[in-house]
């Protein structure tokens, strides 16, 4: 145990040298919003309100997909579904237009509470849901405030300084993508086009990674400490019963392989800033760099690379930075794609059709996935805009980034 303490005070020391946060109360000045400008009191109120509502009320305001413009019975549920949620959103779109969003948090206790990104994810798809019947009814302009909502909501979610939080502020992000995007190809006059990049404009990345990143640290700085506290509470029978591990007993070297393999862990997240530092946080440089830390991580013994820890009652510790530089990176991606794609129709509003080649658009004309231009091509009536890159067979992991116009027909029996 002192060997370990040593080896990982060490990391420790290193990891604040190199400026990463290494305590709680680094996390909190990073985080630090001034009452006056923090959205995070108001969500919690409001949050409250939605969980006041019936259950049937809530599962109602999750299904988005449910509703079709051209079948005029699945647009008046969607409208009877939004009514007892009007209220909160008035106050949703007010709390999200304050400047910053800190939520208090217990570092030792897997930070943020697990239920907040619940309750964003139901009010950003309430609010997705509210915008694409407004669409449909022609409020143009109320549709793109609800988007904007909901964007400047997902943002909020993602400066907390972790990088789970991050991960689930790009998922809502995407939610408020795909909504801008079916608004767009299903009213394509110029007024509805400009309120589409309106919504695409409040679509921001989360907190720059190299900053989130020490939430890990301070996390495993807490087990570690926890982990010591243990140990002193040893029992004749050799086990140890932690109020850290909601009082599961476990057998002391089971504890001091966590410490071990805790100890790797700085060195792996030493390595993560580091490859973040270097240079952008997203493209495929970016996620090149990340990549070289995962294979010097595989190398290392018993050391898991999946998002989840060892165990499911340990705190959640998210190594594989290679992942989220590639969400990161889709993300930014999608929004531009989406940007191409509403230049193109407005294009074709004003001449009468779409181009034969893709016209310079600046920098959205670049995909950052590739560092190249987006493949543009004409398909009857319509076009696809696709990225260069192709799926990967090794990992599995990569989708083809691609959009269509006209939007494939949906498939027999759907009604």
Same mark, same amino acid.
């Given at each position: ?68 413009? $051209?079948?005029?019975?699945? !647009?008046?549920?969607? /409208?009877? =579904? *939004?009514?007892?949620?009007?209220? @909160?959103?008035?106050? &949703? ?84 993508? $795909?909504?801008?995007?079916? !608004?767009?190809?299903? /009213?394509? =006059? *110029?007024?509805?086009?400009?309120? @589409?990049?309106?919504? &695409? ?215």
């Amino acid at each position: 145990m002192a060997r370990l303490h040593e080896d990982f005070q060490e990391q420790i020391r290193l990891a604040r040298k190199e400026g990463l946060a290494t305590e709680p109360a680094d996390l909190d000045r990073l985080g630090f919003v001034p009452d006056d400008q923090n959205a995070a009191p108001l969500y919690n109120a409001i949050f409250k309100k939605i969980a006041a509502e019936p259950w049937g009320a809530k599962t109602a305001l999750w299904r988005h997909d449910a509703m079709r413009p $051209d079948v005029p019975g699945t !647009v008046n549920v969607a /409208r009877a =579904d *939004l009514v007892p949620f009007q209220t @909160a959103f008035d106050d &949703l779109r007010i709390a999200s237009k304050r400047p910053g969003c800190d939520f208090k948090r217990n570092w030792r206790r897997m930070n943020v509470h697990w239920s907040v990104p619940g309750w964003f994810r139901l009010a950003v798809r309430g609010l997705c849901k509210s915008a694409h019947l407004d669409s449909v009814d022609g409020k143009t302009e109320q549709a793109a405030n609800d988007l904007e909502t909901a964007a400047r909501m997902a943002h909020h979610l993602g400066l907390c300084p972790d990088p789970i939080m991050s991960s689930q502020s790009l998922a809502l992000t995407s939610e408020v993508q $795909d909504t801008v995007w079916q !608004v767009a190809q299903e /009213r394509t =006059d *110029l007024p509805s086009l400009r309120a @589409a990049r309106q919504a &695409l404009g409040a679509c921001e990345l989360p907190r720059p990674l190299h900053e989130s990143i020490g939430g890990q640290i301070v996390t495993l700085s807490e087990l570690a400490m926890a982990t010591e506290e243990d140990f002193g509470r040893l029992n004749g029978l050799g086990r140890i019963r932690s109020q850290y591990r909601l009082g599961k007993e476990r057998d002391a070297i089971d504890h001091l392989g966590d410490y071990a393999l805790d100890v790797v862990a700085l060195q792996a997240i030493r390595k993560q800033y580091a490859a973040l530092k270097a240079g952008s946080e997203v493209g495929p440089r970016a996620r090149h760099r990340q990549e070289e830390v995962n294979s010097w991580m595989a190398g290392q013994k018993d050391l898991d690379l999946t998002v989840f820890a060892r165990d499911p009652d340990r705190a959640v510790i998210e190594l594989d930075i290679a992942l989220l530089v590639e969400k990161f990176t889709r993300s930014l991606a999608r929004t531009r794609a989406m940007l191409v794609g509403i230049s193109l129709l407005e294009r074709r509003a004003k001449d009468g059709q779409f181009p034969q080649t893709l016209p310079d658009v600046g920098e959205i004309g670049m995909d950052p996935l590739t560092d190249k231009p987006w493949v543009y091509r004409r398909e009857g009536n319509g076009f696809r805009l696709s990225s260069a890159r192709m799926p990967s067979s090794e990992t599995g992991r990569v989708r083809p980034l691609e959009f269509v116009f006209p939007r494939p027909a949906p498939r027999a029996g759907v009604k």
